[in-house]
């Protein structure tokens, strides 16, 4: 009695221990969707850090929440989740482009798929150009006009990261929003101010640890995010 | 022997099965009472309507001190990060709708009821009326447009469609246009005389909520308009109110408001002497004492024992603190600099002037820490504590450090709180202002002293205070008429305008405006209502946070900061003993390292997913 007592608890302990997490267990996903935000297939230059995202949906379920996706600094985003039928689409109002053209891509998801999102930014930040000559910075841009109405603010970033954006910049944000209407139609170069940081703390520390960054942004009228130019080192 | 069991045996059985059904078990529920209970009886369905007061109280209010940290008056002592404004604050969707059913189902209940008597249920019908037209202004407020169930009682019961109860949401014209006319209905129902601490609705009230409602939408129609805001609006008009409409909505706000200041029982409040110093204690009493108070029109009221708030507790400076506790908020300098000079000159009236304070190396000194803010509008003494002032008959000492001379050079030198120089000098006083990772010190150099309770023990925890939260002042609609007034008109010299604009600047105890503005009119509005939860949607209707808030570090408006005094200590030097001030920025000292932030994106809440999980069709507001 005892004996078989024993086996049988032995042998119900086993099936417990053993076998009850299989049931609502699954394996991690292993699929990727990768992709970037492009115009006429060029990465868009933008702000990292959850700033701009895209929402992810997929029908069949009773809840409708998308996955957020989100963009990094070079426009690019992937995401790893499972296979199966998907819409990805801009989120409204986020991103420095309209709504132009906005509109929902199916990606049939088996393994990886890589998509682009073509959108239509306001303005781009070409040909950025920025120099340091001993404690000075000189900075010039080309603004290019795509579907903007008109410039907020332009500004000028520094920092000891290459993660720089209007938020992030432990070194200096410079904004000028002066005459801001002269350029909002674009086709012309904007040049900032000289700066010049001789007693800037900040600066100086970045310049003896050997690591500065610089970068451009433009704030189009209207938009949630500004539009970057690439991170140029200074150092 | 096994008989005998046998026989117990059966006989419990019998007794279980035979009785089970008797009247005993059967007892009426103690802690449920029905619909017919709850309208039999006059003292339960005022019960009722104390339980739905006691939902009212939505947006910043004077029990969450930290929220009022969202706007630009003041900070805690703990470092944050935030950036944007939250745009979800304040935006209490489910609350609201639960509130709104109960509403609905008080209506349909008292309709039937003998208990009372045909005139107590007319003026309970039209309070739970104006109450549900509050509610729907919070709602609106913050998210436009919102389903409008009107008197509908929605019961689920298994296997109904349920698409019937799936409404969609109103345009935001249709919101407000329902809460204008649900206050001038409430209003045809309620009394008008004035009650306890003016804790419950009367005519008044609702004329108030009409005219705060009115002008939100006139503002927004002006204001947010698709050449500045073109995102800001939805196809369906849930968000975006028609440009034309503006002009109709201040009428209504004008002559509502109009109507409480010449009919209604709300006086303004005069001190009886000619000093600054009366003039702030009046404004001070005019918001805080309940006692008395004819400028309160309707309040969230407390009381003591029972129903208090920690607000004293948390907020009283440490050097007079009463329990564990204290120094959380510091106000920020912007809102101390807009308090505009007593003897401003012409052009100078109606607006905020930076303090005149040297700088470093040729500092301006002071006899007393105060007379830098004796001269300013007394309302300032009046909602904020600044360094020297007095609360509850103590002085509050406000000290950074000294100021000390050396090599001909002035070095500030700064110590823990509470720290003394060999010769026994207080270097930093116990309340700071400091920076550093201490906590209960304050950051600027001022606390706030509105809704701050002097009543002994208030700054208990076992106490608490009774201080009341103001939703509407006799002061709120001399401004709204003001300023309905000037849009109407569009005329600086606007008589009107000026007229309501210069009542509440002379009971301030500062000169009268000779010419109005938009300018002008925000500035008075923020430095009016202080702290008392208007200021965000002020800005919103206005479209103004973007402006002020533009993230840029190096934009006065979105920066926090502090005016910290200094004690000069430099024996031989004429200026020994006197103070000086010097501006401090809670960015640099790393405490609030991002600066006010606000886009286009943060002016409407977010309609969450899981509402429309449960309501498909509820649509999105723009950026989401």
């Known amino acids: 009695m005892n004996t078989l007592f024993k086996i049988c608890s032995v042998f119900i302990l086993a099936t417990l221990v053993l076998t009850s997490c299989r049931k609502d267990n699954y394996d991690e996903p292993e699929s990727f969707i990768k992709g970037r935000v492009v115009y006429q297939g060029e990465p868009l230059q933008l702000r990292g850090n959850e700033a701009v995202r895209l929402q992810l949906y997929q029908r069949g379920y009773e809840k409708h929440d998308p996955v957020d996706v989100f ?60 120099t340091r000559n001993g404690n000075q910075i ?7 006009k795509i579907a903007g109405t008109g410039i907020d603010r332009v500004m000028l970033l520094l920092g000891t990261t290459q993660f720089l954006s209007d938020g992030e910049h432990n070194v200096d944000r410079y904004d000028e929003t002066e005459n801001m209407a002269d350029y909002a139609g674009g086709g012309k170069t904007y040049t900032f101010a000289t700066r010049d940081y001789t007693d800037h703390q900040m600066f100086q520390t970045a310049l003896n640890r050997g690591t500065l960054f610089g970068r451009i942004a433009l704030w189009p009228s209207g938009s949630d995010q500004a539009i970057y130019s690439p991170v140029i080192r200074l150092d | 022997m096994k008989k005998r069991y046998l026989f117990a045996a059966s006989l419990a059985a019998a007794m279980l099965t035979l009785n089970s059904c008797s009247d005993f078990l059967n007892t009426k529920p103690d802690t449920i009472l029905t619909q017919d209970q709850t309208y039999g009886d006059p003292t339960l369905i005022k019960s009722v309507i104390a339980n739905f007061y006691g939902r009212t109280m939505l947006g910043q209010k004077v029990e969450d001190w930290d929220a009022w940290t969202s706007i630009d008056e003041a900070i805690y002592y703990d470092r944050n990060e935030t950036e944007y404004f939250d745009r979800n604050k304040w935006c209490d969707y489910d609350h609201c709708y639960d509130l709104i059913h109960d509403l609905n189902v008080f209506l349909e209940g008292v309709k039937t009821s003998t208990a009372i008597d045909d005139a107590t249920k007319e003026a309970y019908i039209g309070e739970v009326r104006y109450i549900r037209a509050w509610i729907y202004f919070c709602l609106g407020r913050s998210l436009g447009g919102v389903p409008i169930v009107g008197d509908q009682i929605f019961d689920y019961t298994p296997g109904m469609d349920i698409s019937t109860m799936q409404i969609p949401r109103s345009t935001e014209t249709a919101l407000y246009d329902y809460i ?141 603190a009463q329990d564990t506790g204290c120094d959380r908020l510091s106000v920020i300098l912007g809102l101390v600099e807009a308090f505009e000079p007593i003897d401003a000159s012409e052009e100078e009236r109606g607006k905020g002037a930076r303090f005149d304070i040297g700088t470093i190396d040729n500092p301006k000194f002071f006899d007393n820490p105060t007379d830098l803010f004796m001269e300013r509008d007394p309302r300032l003494n009046g909602s904020i504590i600044f ?130 503005d938009h300018e002008k009119i925000m500035h008075e509005n923020r430095v009016e209502f202080a702290f008392e939860g208007q200021r965000w949607w002020q800005l919103k209707r206005w479209m103004e946070a973007d402006k002020i808030w533009d993230g840029n570090p190096n934009t006065r408006t979105a920066q926090r900061l502090g005016l910290w005094p200094y004690k000069v200590v430099a024996p031989g030097d004429p200026n020994d003993g006197k103070w000086v001030f010097i501006e401090k920025n809670m960015a640099t000292l790393d405490l609030w390292p991002k600066p006010y932030h606000c886009t286009d994106a943060q002016y409407y809440a977010e309609i969450n997913n899981g509402w429309i999980n449960n309501n498909p069709k509820l649509v999105k507001n723009p950026f989401q």
């Not at chain 1, 000189?138 to 290019?144: I, M, R, T």
């Open chain 2, 387 to 516: 360094p020297g002032a007095t609360f509850g008959g103590q002085t509050i000492e406000l000290q950074a450090g000294q100021l000390r001379k050396e090599n001909g050079k002035w070095v500030e030198r700064t110590g823990a709180r509470n720290s003394y120089d060999e010769e026994h000098r207080l270097i930093t006083a116990n309340n700071g202002p400091f920076g550093g990772n201490e906590r209960e010190i304050n950051r600027t150099g001022f606390y706030v002293r509105k809704y701050l309770d002097a009543t002994p023990a208030a700054g208990t925890i076992g106490r608490g205070s009774d201080m009341w939260n103001v939703h509407f002042r006799i002061a709120e609609a001399y401004l709204i008429a003001a300023e309905a007034s000037w849009e109407l008109s569009g005329d600086n010299y606007d008589e009107t305008a000026l007229k309501y604009i210069n009542d509440i600047r002379s009971r301030a105890g500062v000169k009268p405006l000779t010419s109005i």
């Open chain 1, 71 to 130: 963009v990094n600094q070079n426009g690019e985003f992937s995401i790893c989740i499972f296979d199966g039928q998907y819409q990805l689409i801009t989120k409204a109002g986020n991103g420095p482009w309209t709504s132009e053209g906005r509109d929902t891509i199916e990606i049939n998801l088996r393994g990886t798929a890589v998509q682009d999102v073509e959108v239509v930014p306001y303005y781009l930040v070409d040909n950025a150009q920025i």
């Open chain 1, 138 to 144: 000189n900075a010039s841009f080309d603004v290019n």
């Open chain 2, 180 to 320: 204008i006319s649900e206050c001038q209905e409430a209003g045809k129902l309620l009394t008008t005389e004035t009650n306890t601490h003016n804790a419950r609705a009367n005519y008044w009230v609702a004329k108030m909520l009409e005219a705060r409602a009115a002008l939100t939408a006139a503002s927004l129609a002006r204001y947010n308009t698709p050449e500045a805001h073109p995102q800001l609006r939805t196809q369906g008009g849930e968000v975006g109110i028609p440009a034309e409409k503006a002009e109709g909505y201040y009428q209504t706000a004008l002559a509502a408001a109009k109507e409480v200041i010449e009919k209604g029982p709300y006086k303004l409040m005069y001190p009886t002497e000619n000093t600054p110093q009366a003039y702030a204690d009046n404004f001070y009493k005019a918001v805080c004492q309940k006692d008395g108070n004819t400028e309160v029109i309707w309040c969230f009221d407390f009381v003591a024992p029972g129903k208090t708030h920690q607000f004293t507790t948390n907020n009283l400076p440490k050097s007079i």
